[in-house]
């Protein structure tokens, strides 16, 4: 296993060159993903490294910090190797747990045109066919379509829905990356289309027939929790930053960071990042401890660190000011990339209306 130095190491300062070419280094990827970095948290029975989730979330805050985009693959990852966990059968874990620690990678395809956050709406469809399943569908917005060996599709499978497991390889599977991403640029976000793709029945995961809900809530607490500590990541980015740059830039004869209004964007920005971190590391111990509020301390987590996120990079950029406007800045980059964790497995709005729920129940 790859330790934090050495992920540093590794990114260095290229992740702005990455972002800006919106494509990560292949070799780099498939290192990472071998020594499995991406999904820390699959069993060392399968070859993983084994982390709690506490573990996994500290590692995922790391890589958040160096580079949003190779932090969403290790969310993607993750959510697959899950989720293969979650509903797969003893043969199916055997067989692709492996694979995603030995340098596969796996992206998992939710969200459709007419159904993000409106999984009702969802119209691809997995259906059986004596010995094999056709998938027939499109999904947009996949992290890590483009760079994917295998991807988590999820549909509709008679009453209920199912999740298939569908190499890009596969004749009728079209990736097609989405342009000019706003953030996490070289995530590799593309659009999958499905046309009637024919596969062994082996492929399907074993949860076949479940509610939908039920399937799509297990993969994405575990992308919740995944974003909400790359989100602990980006805002300790933007602390190192911008406390180095208030310690160092003067302003009417003493440095920035002894005028007030400057100190209380630095002090927000502290108290954004342990708030977060605090969140982070409450759902971690639910999830590592078994217990039955994971999934609103996951949504809970999620919704406060990509808001802290997206607020405090705003702040670093005030801060800032024209030396973290340019586009490449790791302030700058942070600016966008958070943006887009408050859209992504669950929208901010989507996030309080679960979280009202939970409150009705538990408080009422």
Same mark, same amino acid.
């Given at each position: 296993?790859?330790?934090?130095?050495?992920?540093?190491?590794?990114?260095? @300062?290229?992740?702005?060159?990455?972002?800006?070419?919106?494509?990560l280094p292949l070799d780099l990827v498939g290192k990472l993903a071998a020594a499995g970095v991406l999904c820390p948290q699959v069993p060392a029975e399968y070859g993983g490294p084994g982390m709690s989730s506490?573990?996994?979330?500290?590692l995922t805050a790391?890589?958040?910090?160096?580079?949003?985009?190779?932090?969403?693959?290790?969310?993607?990852?993750?959510?697959?190797?899950?989720?293969?966990?979650?509903?797969?059968?003893?043969?199916?874990?055997?067989?692709?747990?492996?694979q995603l620690v030995s340098g596969q990678l796996a992206g998992v395809a939710f969200s459709e045109p007419e159904a993000g956050s409106d999984l009702s709406a969802m119209a691809t469809t997995i259906e059986r066919e004596g010995d094999h399943v056709v998938i027939t569908g499109?999904?947009?917005?996949?992290?890590?379509?483009?760079?994917?060996d295998l991807l988590i599709v999820f549909g509709r499978n008679g009453q209920g829905a199912a999740a298939v497991v569908v190499p890009t390889t596969t004749a009728g599977v079209t990736v097609t990356a989405v342009p000019d991403p706003m953030g996490c640029?070289?995530?590799?976000?593309?659009?999958?289309?499905?046309?009637?793709?024919?596969?062994?029945a082996d492929h399907l995961l074993s949860g076949a027939g479940l509610p939908l809900e039920w399937l799509v809530t297990s993969a994405l607490t575990y992308g919740r929790l995944s974003v909400a500590w790359g989100c602990v990541g980006i805002l300790r980015s933007c602390l190192t930053a911008t406390t180095k740059h208030a310690r160092t830039r003067h302003?009417?004869?003493?440095?920035?960071?002894?005028?007030?209004?400057?100190?209380?964007?630095?002090?927000?920005?502290?108290?954004?990042?342990?708030?977060?971190?605090?969140?982070?590391?409450?759902?971690?111990?639910?999830? @590592?401890?078994?217990?039955?509020?994971?999934?609103?301390?996951?949504?809970?987590a999620k919704h406060l660190a990509a808001g802290n996120a997206a607020r405090?990079?705003?702040?670093?950029?005030?801060?800032?000011?024209?030396?973290?406007?340019?586009?490449?800045?790791?302030?700058?980059?942070?600016y966008r990339d958070a943006?887009?964790?408050?859209?992504?497995?669950?929208?901010?709005?989507?996030?309080?209306?679960?979280?009202?729920?939970?409150?009705?129940?538990?408080?009422?």
């Open positions: 296993m790859i330790d934090h130095a050495e992920i540093t190491d590794l990114v260095g @300062d290229q992740a702005d060159a990455w972002d800006r070419a919106g494509r506490l573990a996994a979330g500290e790391h890589v958040g910090a160096l580079c949003s985009s190779l932090r969403s693959l290790m969310t993607s990852q993750g959510m697959a190797a899950w989720t293969i966990r979650r509903f797969g059968s003893t043969e199916q874990r055997a067989e692709y747990l492996p499109g999904k947009v917005w996949v992290t890590g379509a483009t760079y994917a640029r070289a995530a590799g976000h593309a659009n999958v289309q499905l046309d009637s793709v024919r596969l062994p302003q009417f004869g003493k440095p920035l960071a002894e005028h007030q209004l400057v100190g209380r964007h630095v002090a927000e920005l502290l108290v954004a990042e342990q708030a977060a971190t605090r969140v982070c590391e409450h759902a971690s111990r639910c999830w @590592d401890d078994g217990k039955p509020e994971l999934v609103p301390a996951a949504v809970l405090g990079a705003a702040a670093a950029v005030q801060v800032m000011a024209s030396a973290g406007a340019l586009d490449g800045h790791p302030v700058a980059r942070a943006k887009l964790m408050e859209i992504i497995e669950g929208s901010n709005e989507i996030s309080q209306i679960l979280l009202a729920e939970h409150a009705m129940a538990v408080w009422a």
